[in-house]
């Protein structure tokens, strides 16, 4: 059967009626197509009017980089001129807009649309407002599943199972994703619970896309794609593959046509099989962001020096920042929200530490430096730029070792609420993908609303309590679950400048404190709740509240002694790091003894060892007492293999090791050493 709004639907409808037969579609007549040069261009109002009455449009973008907004313009102007079309679906998994009149705000018109099923609303008020007043059906669904699901949609499976969104707002036991009385009222259900193995996941509904709004830099007359010139790639092939699949049309804006045949094959990103409308765009309609009409740092064209980044005015969320930046480990990969966290990569700038860590964003940047604001999602000197759903596979799965991420609201459980303000909605993003999976989550925020801080000598001064309170005892909107996390043990902090909470079992527990601030008056008289303190909150670094640079360079990449040692029982062997350690005091070598002596000693067993010994180096003074130490540990030993890269130092310890009678032979590699541990 044919559908009224398949391709061939639409054709028929075409010769039907007369006011639509004006459209000149090339793809309408295929013979005729063949033969004209222009191929698949059209102009704007053209395309738009392929769109009919109640049709499902999917629309690229993140905030404004890969937006169409040419063809929103026209679509907007089509309505206010015919009434037509009317009743549409919009699904977009970022936020697409400037907060005020441009991206989706151009359709945020009742009567043109009738249903959204989104990851974020906040960067288009209008749509709000139709939500807020129960104009049309509303369903907030996280970005990454969003995403995925076009993927889904698009190879023609029912839906996407995943375990993102349980314990959240998303969840039916919950809202379900919906977020006005209309649609708990009369939307049907798209997130549905379902049990595998045992587990509880969710299954969120395929549907059918009747349209795709995506843009690219170059198109030839064949359709084809390229995207030399943009920011980002996002999932526009997802889309477009959705899309052509559903039986929809596939409507392209680009800046440019280059001859057929012309294009780089390998520099096509949607190909030309799925693309039936090519549209040339205003240049006041395609900048590369909503902030930035061209950078070719932002396409990867090349890049910036990084000492051109002005550090962060000394503030209250420079000191949540600073706090922040101490939860960064050598060679993490982070992912920073919007807002208050892009300030730590200023703050990992400023400390010379951004190098140790590899910065991501949901919109597919690895490496580099993510910006901020109407630039968001955009970013410099990038290692690679891959697709939105690759990205969100990446995440789901583990690969984020920590997200900082904002937050407005905290209960007594650890939830967090970044979704839902009183009448406002402004949607999750890529929050609940984030922070459900990222091995550690950061929090960061101010511990209440509409306050003024300062800091003197050294110590935080409340000049003013703030009037909204943040740590509540509900919050509103669950966007993330504390007794999920709490399920998963994963480790979550909540950093403002006053003081930091952690996660445990019972909820939220009070565990620093800054300078200056009193417990009972700024901190528990200042929630709604009382948070767990098992022993007095320590002092927060007293470096986090002063001008100077921090230097926690050195404290990043240096390991912990007790981190230095680590025994496998599997395999009984016991690995000892001391890689770029500097033995300075008899303190140190009393530590390490007491550390090899508090793993070992209760074993009852010997141990086969391997040492680690590159770019180790102990004060000469030390050398006797050290080697000492050494002969203490081996009676640990069933066999032992040192190494160490540096020739100078294996002659040296190795010498010192032989005239006490301790086994001296030290390898020039881990795979050498090994091999003779394997070998013995």
Same mark, same amino acid.
């Given at each position: 059967?044919?559908?009224?709004?398949?391709?061939?639907?639409?054709?028929?409808?075409?010769?039907?009626?007369?006011?639509?037969?004006?459209?000149?579609?090339?793809?309408?007549?295929?013979?005729?197509?063949?033969?004209?040069?222009?191929?698949?261009?059209?102009?704007?109002?053209?395309?738009? #009017?392929?769109?009919?009455?109640?049709?499902?449009?999917?629309?690229?973008?993140?905030?404004?980089?890969?937006?169409?907004?040419?063809?929103?313009?026209?679509?907007?102007?089509?309505?206010?001129?015919?009434?037509? &079309?009317?009743?549409?679906?919009?699904?977009?998994?970022?936020?697409?807009?400037?907060?005020?009149?441009?991206?989706?705000?151009?359709?945020?018109?009742?009567?043109?649309?009738?249903?959204?099923?989104?990851?974020?609303?906040?960067?288009?008020?209008?749509?709000?407002?139709?939500?807020?007043?129960?104009?049309?059906?509303?369903?907030?669904?996280?970005?990454?599943?969003?995403?995925?699901?076009?993927?889904?949609?698009?190879?023609?499976?029912?839906?996407?199972?995943?375990?993102?969104?349980?314990?959240?707002?998303?969840?039916?036991?919950?809202?379900?994703?919906?977020?006005?009385?209309?649609?708990?009222?009369? /939307?049907?259900?798209?997130?549905?619970?379902?049990?595998?193995?045992?587990?509880?996941?969710?299954? +969120?509904?395929?549907?059918?896309?009747?349209?795709?709004?995506?843009?690219?830099?170059?198109?030839?007359?064949?359709?084809?794609?390229?995207?030399?010139?943009?920011?980002?790639?996002?999932?526009?092939?997802?889309?477009?593959?959705?899309?052509?699949?559903?039986?929809?049309?596939?409507?392209?804006?680009?800046?440019?046509?280059?001859?057929?045949?012309?294009?780089?094959?390998?520099?096509?990103?949607?190909?030309?099989?799925?693309?039936?409308?090519?549209?040339?765009?205003?240049?006041?309609?395609?900048?590369?962001?909503?902030?930035?009409?061209?950078?070719?740092?932002?396409?990867?064209?090349?890049?910036?020096?990084?000492?051109?980044?002005?550090?962060?005015?000394?503030?209250?969320?420079?000191?949540?920042?600073?706090?922040?930046?101490?939860?960064?480990?050598? *060679?993490?990969?982070?992912?920073?929200?919007?807002?208050?966290?892009?300030?730590?990569?200023?703050?990992?700038?400023?400390?010379?530490?951004?190098?140790?860590?590899?910065?991501?964003?949901?919109?597919?940047?690895?490496? /580099?430096?993510?910006?901020?604001?109407?630039?968001?999602?955009?970013?410099?000197?990038?290692?690679?730029?891959?697709?939105?759903?690759?990205?969100?596979?990446?995440?789901?799965?583990? /690969?984020?070792?920590?997200?900082?991420?904002?937050?407005?609201?905290?209960? #007594?459980?650890?939830?967090?609420?970044?979704?839902?303000?009183?009448?406002?909605?402004?949607?999750?993003?890529?929050?609940?993908?984030?922070?459900?999976?990222?091995?550690?989550?950061?929090?960061?925020?101010?511990?209440?609303?509409?306050?003024?801080?300062?800091?003197?000598?050294?110590?935080?001064?409340?000049?003013?309590?703030?009037?909204?309170?943040?740590?509540?005892?509900?919050?509103?909107?669950?966007?993330?679950?504390?007794?999920?996390?709490?399920?998963?043990?994963?480790?979550?902090?909540?950093?403002?400048?006053?003081?930091?909470?952690?996660?445990?079992?019972?909820?939220?527990?009070?565990?620093?404190?800054?300078?200056?601030?009193?417990?009972?008056?700024?901190?528990?008289?200042?929630?709604?709740?009382?948070?767990?303190?098992?022993?007095?909150?320590?002092?927060?670094? &007293?470096?986090?509240?002063?001008?100077?640079?921090?230097?926690?360079?050195?404290?990043?990449?240096?390991?912990?002694?007790?981190?230095?040692?680590?025994?496998?029982?599997?395999?009984?062997?016991?690995?000892?790091?001391?890689? *770029?350690?500097?033995?300075?005091?008899?303190?140190?070598?009393?530590?390490?003894?007491?550390?090899? /002596?508090?793993?070992?000693?209760?074993?009852?067993?010997?141990?086969?060892?391997?040492?680690?010994?590159?770019?180790?180096?102990?004060?000469?003074?030390?050398?006797?007492? +050290?080697?000492?130490?050494?002969?203490?540990?081996?009676?640990?030993?069933?066999?032992?293999?040192?190494?160490?890269?540096?020739?100078?130092?294996?002659?040296?310890?190795?010498?010192?090791?032989?005239?006490?009678?301790?086994?001296?032979?030290? +390898?020039?590699?881990?795979?050498?050493?090994?091999?003779?541990?394997?070998?013995?």
């Amino acid at each position: 059967m044919q559908g009224p709004y398949s391709k061939k639907g639409r054709v028929k409808a075409m010769a039907e009626n007369t006011p639509v037969k004006k459209v000149k579609h090339p793809m309408l007549d295929p013979i005729r197509a063949m033969h004209m040069k222009k191929g698949k261009i059209v102009t704007a109002e053209d395309a738009i #009017q392929l769109i009919r009455d109640g049709d499902t449009i999917v629309t690229a973008g993140f905030v404004g980089a890969g937006f169409a907004e040419e063809l929103a313009i026209h679509l907007k102007e089509r309505f206010l001129q015919t009434g037509k &079309p009317r009743n549409l679906t919009l699904t977009y998994p970022a936020g697409q807009g400037d907060g005020k009149t441009k991206g989706l705000n151009h359709l945020a018109i009742e009567g043109l649309v009738g249903r959204i099923i989104c990851g974020h609303t906040g960067l288009t008020p209008g749509l709000g407002e139709l939500v807020n007043a129960n104009k049309i059906l509303a369903y907030n669904i996280p970005m990454g599943v969003l995403v995925q699901l076009f993927r889904d949609i698009a190879a023609g499976k029912p839906g996407n199972l995943t375990h993102v969104g349980l314990g959240t707002f998303v969840d039916p036991r919950v809202d379900g994703g919906k977020l006005n009385e209309l649609t708990k009222t009369k /939307g049907k259900d798209i997130v549905k619970l379902m049990e595998v193995d045992g587990k509880d996941y969710l299954f +969120y509904k395929a549907f059918p896309i009747n349209v795709a709004f995506l843009r690219g830099t170059t198109a030839d007359p064949d359709g084809n794609i390229t995207m030399e010139k943009e920011a980002l790639t996002l999932d526009a092939l997802a889309m477009a593959t959705a899309a052509r699949n559903c039986g929809g049309i596939v409507i392209v804006q680009v800046e440019r046509i280059a001859e057929r045949g012309t294009l780089n094959p390998r520099q096509v990103k949607v190909p030309g099989i799925m693309v039936d409308c090519v549209v040339v765009a205003r240049p006041e309609n395609h900048w590369q962001t909503f902030g930035e009409p061209y950078s070719p740092a932002y396409s990867c064209e090349i890049k910036v020096p990084m000492q051109d980044i002005p550090p962060m005015e000394m503030s209250p969320r420079k000191i949540v920042c600073r706090r922040a930046a101490f939860e960064l480990k050598p *060679n993490s990969i982070v992912n920073l929200g919007i807002g208050m966290p892009e300030g730590v990569s200023k703050v990992a700038h400023e400390e010379r530490i951004l190098e140790y860590s590899t910065l991501t964003a949901e919109s597919g940047l690895i490496g /580099g430096l993510p910006m901020g604001g109407l630039d968001f999602g955009a970013g410099v000197n990038c290692d690679a730029l891959i697709d939105e759903p690759c990205q969100f596979d990446f995440y789901d799965g583990g /690969g984020l070792d920590i997200a900082f991420l904002g937050m407005a609201e905290v209960d #007594q459980e650890g939830n967090v609420n970044v979704s839902k303000f009183g009448p406002r909605f402004t949607g999750p993003g890529g929050f609940i993908d984030i922070s459900q999976n990222a091995k550690k989550v950061c929090f960061l925020g101010m511990f209440t609303a509409g306050g003024r801080i300062s800091v003197v000598d050294g110590k935080l001064i409340i000049n003013q309590e703030g009037r909204e309170r943040k740590f509540v005892r509900q919050v509103e909107h669950k966007t993330f679950s504390g007794r999920h996390a709490a399920s998963k043990k994963q480790p979550v902090l909540y950093i403002t400048a006053r003081c930091v909470f952690s996660l445990c079992e019972e909820g939220l527990e009070l565990i620093e404190i800054a300078p200056g601030i009193d417990l009972e008056t700024h901190i528990l008289g200042a929630m709604d709740f009382k948070p767990i303190i098992r022993k007095p909150p320590k002092l927060m670094d &007293p470096r986090l509240f002063r001008l100077p640079p921090m230097g926690i360079k050195d404290d990043l990449l240096t390991i912990p002694l007790e981190e230095r040692f680590t025994y496998h029982a599997a395999e009984n062997v016991f690995f000892i790091n001391l890689e *770029n350690y500097y033995v300075k005091s008899s303190e140190d070598i009393q530590k390490m003894k007491e550390v090899v /002596g508090g793993i070992l000693a209760p074993l009852g067993k010997k141990v086969h060892t391997i040492a680690n010994y590159d770019n180790f180096n102990v004060s000469p003074h030390l050398i006797d007492e +050290y080697v000492e130490m050494v002969k203490y540990a081996a009676g640990f030993y069933d066999s032992v293999t040192r190494y160490t890269t540096s020739t100078f130092l294996r002659m040296k310890l190795g010498d010192e090791l032989q005239k006490r009678g301790v086994a001296p032979h030290i +390898y020039e590699s881990r795979e050498e050493a090994r091999k003779a541990l394997a070998d013995g």
